[in-house]
């Protein structure tokens, strides 16, 4: 059986140490990118599983990484799960209105990560201007 692949886009590389460890620690196959332009050019080659996203990131920020792959009819069914230190209502909203799955602030708890990911594997797509 193929290993799932998860993009991890997080411009913090600690961050993304912690995510891949877990992660791969689990069975998951994971993908880095570490800024929105790599991000959104790894998701059209590797098709993952899922894309775990960073809000800020240099060059393209998460809302507009997201905002592509949703516009993207061969991307669209793609699961997006945010992971962000912006935690206000307003960020969430922007994030599900982008088309995300998900929003987990930072600081979060690593050992939640793994149960996190395959809730959201089985995300149904969301209907614009949700």
């Not at 998951?28 to 993952?48: N, Y």
Request: proline share 7%; net charge negative.
């Amino acid at each position: 059986m193929q290993r799932q692949k998860i993009l991890v886009a997080d411009d913090d590389p600690d961050i993304v140490d912690i995510i891949q460890t877990v992660l791969e620690g689990e069975g998951f196959q994971v993908l880095v990118a570490a800024d929105g332009e790599e991000a959104l050019r790894k998701v059209k080659e590797e098709r993952p599983d899922l894309l775990l996203l960073d809000i800020m990131m240099p060059k393209l920020d998460g809302y507009q990484v997201c905002q592509q792959v949703k516009d993207d009819v061969s991307l669209s069914s793609i699961p997006v799960v945010i992971i962000s230190a912006r935690g206000q209502k307003s960020d969430k909203d922007k994030g599900f209105r982008a088309g995300v799955c998900d929003y987990i602030v930072k600081p979060f708890d690593p050992l939640e990560l793994p149960e996190i990911v395959r809730r959201n594997l089985t995300c149904p797509p969301r209907q614009a201007g949700r």
